[in-house]
């Protein structure tokens, strides 16, 4: 059973930093696409920042530059990580990891449809 757990969540005021981790564990996560999606209070969920099995990445433009997105597949369970610097006040929102089913092929890693696991959530509020 595939589990994904998010930390790292906090408060924060405009400028700083956060690090987001996920636990996932129940596959080896071979062929799989991982990212993390934000939902803002009232907003939809959307795309912040994706990577590959073989670690090709992309991210929304409104973090670009400021977010790192890594994953480390050296020990089980995965972990993977957001670095989250120069952070405002719009970055306020839970943030959740996602993992996809082995997958090959070209996919579209920024949408949501491709991701089937889901963690619970991570709260990141940033104060101006």
């Known amino acids: 059973q595939v589990q994904l757990v998010e930390s790292g969540g906090g408060l924060v005021q405009v400028g700083g930093s956060l690090r987001l981790s996920c636990a996932a564990s129940?596959?080896?996560?071979?062929?799989?696409?991982m990212a993390w999606f934000r939902q803002a209070p009232g907003k939809e969920r959307e795309f912040v920042a994706a990577?590959?099995?073989?670690?090709?990445?992309?991210?929304a433009d409104s973090v670009k530059g400021r977010f790192t997105i890594s994953r480390d597949s050296t020990a089980l369970p995965l972990t993977l990580s957001l670095q989250m610097n120069s952070l405002k006040p719009d970055d306020t929102a839970v943030y959740f990891c996602?993992?996809?089913?082995?997958?090959?092929?070209?996919?579209?890693?920024?949408?949501?449809?491709?991701?089937?696991?889901w963690g619970q959530g991570t709260q990141v509020t940033v104060s101006s």
């Open positions: 996602a993992a996809s089913r082995p997958t090959v092929g070209q996919v579209d890693m920024t949408s949501s449809a491709l991701y089937h696991y």
């Open positions: 129940g596959s080896s996560f071979r062929n799989t696409f």
């Open positions: 990577v590959s099995r073989i670690s090709w990445k992309e991210y």
